[in-house]
């Protein structure tokens, strides 16, 4: 059902990509949404699985397309959106990482493909929010000056914000996180309300 090129080129990726990552960004940069997606999007192609994929798409599809955004505004030279991405052009980063964060581009895209491909499971959600709030705490728990993982900590990464106790703030992020997750998840039951396979 998942093509054997699709699964192999992932895993590819993802075996220079994870060694690459905890070697130069730590073990804590797993904890982000996009992240978790990316390696929960390789275990849902190689067990084809709709309930993986489908978390994993509910998860990011919204904060990945922001990213995507944010990008190519960045590379237009609008400044507003390439604090949102800043680290892309910081040429204190190796470009070979940078480049590795491109996986950024197509992954909503794939995930949406194979959850199309697999079917969407709409009960996926439910298990995304107990998931999603125990990354939350623990992004929360292990965050520090400099290591704000998922904005647990402000909205600018590494920065605590300064209106909100921390843990206002994180039950503020919480929410958020949950309205997001509750619209995607609903404009996927819709998108493939008639159609959860290709023929």
Known sequence: MIPAGLKLGYLAFV??????YLFYYGPHSFLWF????????????????????SMALVAT???ELGWIVSFVGGLAGVAPLRELVSYMFDPGIPLFMRALSLYHLPLPFVLFWMTWRLGYEPRA??????????VL????LLAAPGRSVNWVLGPVAGEPQPWLPPLAWLGLVMAGFTLVWWLTHRFVARVTATN???A
Do not use: K
């Open 34 to 53: 996009s992240n978790l997606a990316l390696l929960t999007g390789l275990l849902a192609a190689w067990l084809e699985n709709r309930w993986l994929a």
């Open 196 to 198: 959860r396979r290709f």
């Open 125 to 134: 959600w439910r298990l995304l929010l107990l998931v999603g709030y125990g």
């Open 15 to 20: 075996a220079v990509m994870v060694p690459s």
């Open 137 to 140: 705490l623990l992004s929360f």
């Open 61 to 63: 599809l919204l904060p």
